[in-house]
């Protein structure tokens, strides 16, 4: 599996429950906070939910 970095570039306040959710599962507690993870189908499906609030680079 590839790993990506995803980065939370977009806030979370007034967004829908399952987005909030989504970007908690992922992992992110605060803004501009990047994380490295494997894109297994499960986080490829998270990320593709809330891909217009994450900025994601392969690496």
């Known amino acids: 599996m590839k790993k990506v ?13 399952r987005q909030k959710a989504t970007l908690v599962a ?4 605060r803004m501009h906070q ?3 993870v494997e894109m297994s189908p499960a ?3 998270m990320v593709e ?4 609030l994450l900025k994601i680079e392969e690496l």
């Not at 970095?5 to 429950?17: A, D, F, V």
């Not at 939910?49 to 217009?52: E, G, L, M, N, T």
């Open 43 to 45: 986080v490829a499906g």
């Open 5 to 17: 970095r995803i980065t939370q570039i977009k806030s979370g306040i007034g967004r829908h429950k």
């Open 26 to 29: 992922l992992g992110f507690k």
């Open 49 to 52: 939910a809330v891909k217009h």
């Open 34 to 36: 990047s994380l490295e």
